[in-house]
């Protein structure tokens, strides 16, 4: 049973435009999110996160939403560049589970210029 | 060196050797983890380590064994593996063992696996 799901295997955009990278999850005791981001031949980096206590947070060019109700989170990417192509990862813990994290399958960007 | 690092970077092995992979974390860090990334799915916790003692065993298979000599260090002994254990193998560490789900974890690049 996977509780975190991206449904999306991959995602293309120009450059400049908008990338939005979806992520939907079914157990309700999750409250911190989190993105990932993977280059080949790279581990996973950190990219952004986000409380259950928000709806929204921004870093730069990035920006996560969250929708309690629906279990479902967003990340957009605005502008998109080429060097943001990559898998992106979203990933879920609660509070109570220490240090587990449950990703999802991740989403391929590719950013043509 | 700086950050996580994993070695060997990829490793083909027969279903009968035995062969360890080797992390090392350059950032202080408290908490150390081991994740397999098998194709077109989602990364799977396997074990956690926190201050060197094993908190987490994901029900991973007695052919996978971990060990964890100090904080810094985190090994993956293989023996007698079969061919779907062939995977990436990530190894992450944070900051705050127990802590909340809060903690950052920070990936190594990973051993791709290959088991004949």
């Known amino acids: 049973d996977q509780q975190v799901k991206q449904n999306s295997p991959s995602l293309s955009v120009q450059e400049g435009r908008i990338s939005i990278l979806n992520c939907d999850y079914t157990n309700s005791m999750f409250d911190y999110f989190l993105w990932y981001k993977k280059y080949p031949a790279e581990g996973p980096t950190f990219l952004i996160s986000?409380?259950?206590?928000?709806d929204k947070n921004e870093d730069g060019r990035f920006t996560v939403f969250l929708n309690k109700s629906a279990k479902h989170l967003s990340l957009h990417i605005v502008p998109s560049q080429p060097g943001d192509s990559a898998v992106y990862f979203c990933?879920?813990?609660?509070?109570?589970?220490?240090?587990?994290?449950?990703f999802g399958e991740g989403t391929q960007l590719t950013v043509n210029p | 060196e700086t950050g996580v690092t994993q070695t060997p970077r990829h490793l083909v092995m027969g279903m009968t050797n035995k062969k360890s992979l080797k992390c090392e974390q350059h950032?202080?860090?408290?908490?150390m983890y081991w994740y397999k990334q098998s194709a077109k799915k989602p990364l799977e916790l396997m074990f956690v380590y926190n201050f060197k003692e094993q908190t987490e065993n994901n029900s991973v298979p007695s052919r996978f064994s971990p060990e964890c000599p100090n904080s810094s260090h985190l090994f993956l002994h293989l023996h007698t593996l079969q061919p779907e254990d062939s995977a990436l193998y990530l190894c992450a560490s944070s900051q705050f063992p127990g802590a909340s789900g809060t903690d950052t974890q920070y990936f190594g690049p990973g051993t791709r696996l290959t088991v004949l």
């Open positions: 950032l202080g860090h408290n908490a």
């Open positions: 986000i409380s259950s206590i928000k």
């Open positions: 990933a879920a813990s609660t509070t109570t589970s220490g240090s587990r994290l449950t």
